[in-house]
């Protein structure tokens, strides 16, 4: 006589042993590794973060706990005979270069329209469902927040691959954008906390050489996501031609960047006689930029962090005769031309800002950014 509690115990053992095939090891999802929750109608192995994801599509997704539910024979069955791999083949058959594959750092949206993209929408299975993000040109309207008073109104965007830009315009039915942002410049990066909204996008350009943010969001989750991946090909099908020769995994990393870190520091100006003020900084590759506000649209001053091969580096602390600063934990960053003095409220803080710093310097100039260098060089 086979015991209920054998037979329970089997089939742990065996889900068990399916978390070690290779496939299983890391979310089908986030790539998290060590995924301990299953989707037993999809098949797939899936953190605890995703499993919550799964819950909300009921329709397509039903989840278990590998270690603490109980299992059917037949259910361990569906899932020894699908796993992480096969389900991949499937789902993610015809996912474009361009497209955002999130990972378990990315935020909660990227991730719950990922999961949606692939098992409910099957955009991967039919190409027809990629026309929103793919097509080379995307208009609609999206909530922006305004650059003096700040409350978001709703404006009109035109993002079009054939005149090279993203657009966006004050009135709805205005002849003339209000700013013009060519896709050779553009960055957009996921930011809920800082814009208070859980779809809210930072999307970056320049001007005159200047970065420019604006804030927008979008109540719909799928609509951002596909403004988002649109923005993404457009620099795709530009670097394509700008880069001829690339490949795609050389162009991909290009498309969008998240910043290396953001935070507040204390600094003080060139003659370091006055004294210190509180700003918020952002780090976006080798610019580092500061604000009065982390929502205020463009840089108070942008400091540009070269090699180590250049004369750039990075020391742990403030000169000595430093004045009028209240944060204890000092950086000076060492430029060919001169210093620039930070301080920060912890030394964790310190320590997070100087890795990244360092990581920044000890990378070595490409020949576009001596062209960045000789700009920053000779503004007044």
């Known amino acids: 006589m086979f015991s209920m509690d054998s037979e329970e115990n089997e089939n742990r053992r065996l889900l068990r042993e399916l978390l070690k095939t290779p496939g299983n090891a890391c979310c089908a999802d986030c790539s998290a590794p060590g995924p301990e929750w299953a989707s037993f109608t999809l098949g ?3 953190c605890q973060s995703c499993s919550g994801i799964h819950r909300n599509i009921p329709q397509i997704s039903r989840v278990k706990s590998v270690i603490l539910d109980p299992w059917e024979k037949s259910e361990v069955e569906l899932m020894a005979s699908i796993g992480n791999s096969t ?20 935020c909660q949206l990227l991730r719950e ?46 993002l079009s691959e054939r005149e090279g830009a993203m657009k966006y315009f004050n009135k709805h039915d205005a002849r003339e954008p209000k ?15 800082k814009i208070g909204h859980p779809y809210g996008l ?5 001007k005159d050489n200047s970065t420019r943010n604006i804030f927008v969001y979008h109540e719909e989750g799928k609509e951002i996501i596909d403004w988002f991946n649109a923005i993404r090909a457009a620099r ?31 600094k003080t100006g060139p003659k370091q006689t006055e004294g210190f003020k509180k700003r918020w900084f952002t780090l976006d590759d080798r610019r580092l930029m500061y604000f009065k506000d982390p929502l205020d649209a463009y840089a108070r001053g942008e ?63 490409l020949p576009q950014e001596y062209a960045v260098e000789a700009h920053f060089k000779h503004k007044p």
């Open 44 to 46: 797939v192995f899936i």
């Open 202 to 206: 930072q999307i970056t350009y320049l």
């Open 236 to 266: 795709f099908h530009y670097l394509q031609v700008a880069f001829p020769g690339a490949s795609d995994t050389e162009l991909v990393p290009k498309l969008t960047r998240n910043y290396f870190k953001e935070g507040y520091m204390e």
């Open 179 to 193: 700013a013009l942002m060519k896709i050779q410049t553009i960055n957009a990066t996921f930011q809920p906390a």
């Open 113 to 158: 329209q990922w999961i949606r993209a692939k098992y409910e929408r099957n955009e991967f299975i039919n190409v027809e469902r990629q026309e929103p993000y793919s097509a080379g040109y995307r208009e609609g309207f999206l909530w922006k927040r305004g650059r003096d008073n700040g409350q978001f109104m709703s404006r009109k965007f035109i």
């Open 303 to 365: 400091v540009f962090i070269g090699s180590k091969e250049n004369g750039y580096t990075v020391v742990p602390c403030l000169p000595q005769s430093t004045q009028g600063y209240h944060w204890q934990s000092g950086i000076t960053i060492v430029t060919p031309d001169r210093k620039f003095l930070f301080a920060c409220e912890t030394e964790e803080v310190q320590k997070e800002w100087i890795a990244v710093f360092q990581s920044v310097i000890n990378r070595p100039m």
């Open 87 to 106: 389900a991949k083949v499937k789902y993610q058959q015809m996912v474009p270069a361009f497209y955002y594959i999130p990972t378990h750092t990315d």
